[in-house]
């Protein structure tokens, strides 16, 4: 009984933790939208300066046709967007001719093939970059929503906080129950393991960017070797973004309520390839890191409501201190683990009741590592719109 308590106290203080702690307690206030005072109202416009979009797209043909005219219709005095087709094997190519004629302004680049060494994205990034000629690049998805005051926004706030490079993380449309309970389970884990008071800390070593949007000056971008220093790293965002704040980069991340939007996934197939993909990458393809998180997900995150039940069950079977012990700190664990997830849901716009879902988003989660795990070692890599990729490929 002494050491189940002591693992019941650990897991409820981890929990008490993540809910009051000063790293992870505000980290959903951390936000910029549509409504944000950035106290830049007095910069002169004609000042600001010129950004170039870069938009590597393959297979989008689906969500091209509703997110290429809220990037072209940004209200920003100078903005150049320029869309990589990298080698599409749907009705893109149709969906960006059609694009094209409704922009004219917009700069098409058709992607050559893959070069060696390279994952596809990165290939189709640096192909647009041939293009861009502005020194404020700004990084973006194909299947990305932008408020018509996203890029004036972020210019504005950069420029108010003397940065070299902005990244937001876009609000999920989460339209499935599939999606709510995977994403929002990933969402946690992103928000423990990388708090955003710690991102935004220069002092700290934690880095995050999205790759939904990541605004950068060139001469910061280029000093830590652009997109060919990530040319062969699955989770190309994050790679960049370490690179970017060991260099001492002047940076932020910040989550948006309404400057830009995405449904990641669409139905459960892209769903289970989509977060597969990233999974075994981004504990390194280490075996160890997964075993370890497995063990740690469960009994954090999946297992404390069981903990309850088990408790109270045994309290009123067989009472004791010990066992009425383990009933208090089972009720702590969960109630914390409500609370904290509580944020996210929040955020997201989900129903109330999502809040006690962690655990069965958890399980999720945990089968798309496993997934992920399989795929590397097994099926020569993860695969994303009809590419198989190997680790460092």
Request: positive net charge.
């Amino acid at each position: 009984m002494l050491i189940a308590l002591v693992i019941l106290g650990l897991i409820a203080l981890a929990w008490v933790w993540l809910l009051v702690g000063p790293t992870h307690r505000y980290g959903f206030r951390e936000t910029l939208d549509a409504s944000t005072d950035v106290g830049s109202s007095l910069i002169d416009e004609r000042s600001w300066p010129a950004v170039s979009v870069v938009i590597p797209a393959r297979n989008e043909a689906d969500t091209l046709r509703s997110t290429i005219p809220t990037i072209c219709g940004q209200d920003y005095p100078d903005l150049r967007v320029i869309l990589v087709d990298d080698q599409s094997e749907d009705e893109s190519g149709r969906v960006i001719e059609k694009l094209k004629a409704d922009h004219p302004g917009l700069l098409v680049v058709r992607g050559r093939a893959r070069a060696a060494g390279w994952y596809g994205k990165q290939w189709a990034v640096q192909q647009g970059l041939e293009l861009a000629k502005t020194e404020w690049l700004l990084f973006t998805d194909a299947d990305i929503i932008y408020d018509r005051a996203a890029v004036r926004q972020a210019v504005r706030y950069m420029l108010a906080h003397d940065l070299e490079m902005l990244s937001l993380l876009p609000q999920l449309i989460l339209v499935s129950v599939w999606e709510r309970l995977a994403l929002s389970a990933a969402m946690a884990v992103l928000a423990a393991l990388f708090p955003l008071s710690r991102v935004n800390n220069p002092r700290s070593k934690v880095a995050l960017a999205a790759g939904a949007f990541i605004l950068i000056r060139r001469e910061a971008y280029e000093r830590v070797g652009g997109h060919e220093a990530v040319r062969g790293e699955m989770i190309e965002d994050l790679s960049l973004a370490r690179l970017l704040k060991g260099a001492g980069t002047r940076m932020q991340s910040r989550l948006t309520r309404d400057l830009i939007r995405t449904r990641m996934y669409e139905g459960w197939a892209e769903l289970w390839e989509g977060l597969s993909k990233n999974a075994y990458a981004g504990i390194g393809y280490s075996l160890w890191k997964y075993a370890a998180g497995i063990v740690v997900g469960l009994l954090f995150g999946v297992l404390p409501p069981v903990y309850l039940v088990a408790s109270l069950v045994g309290g009123v079977v067989a009472p004791s201190a010990g066992m009425w012990g383990a009933v208090a700190l089972s009720a702590v664990a969960n109630f914390c683990m409500i609370a904290v997830h509580g944020r996210c849901v929040r955020h997201l716009g989900l129903p109330w009741y999502y809040r006690v879902l962690l655990p069965a988003g958890g399980v999720f989660y945990s089968l798309f590592v496993t997934s992920s795990v399989w795929q590397h070692y097994f099926c020569g890599g993860a695969q994303w719109k009809g590419r198989r990729y190997q680790a460092n490929a």
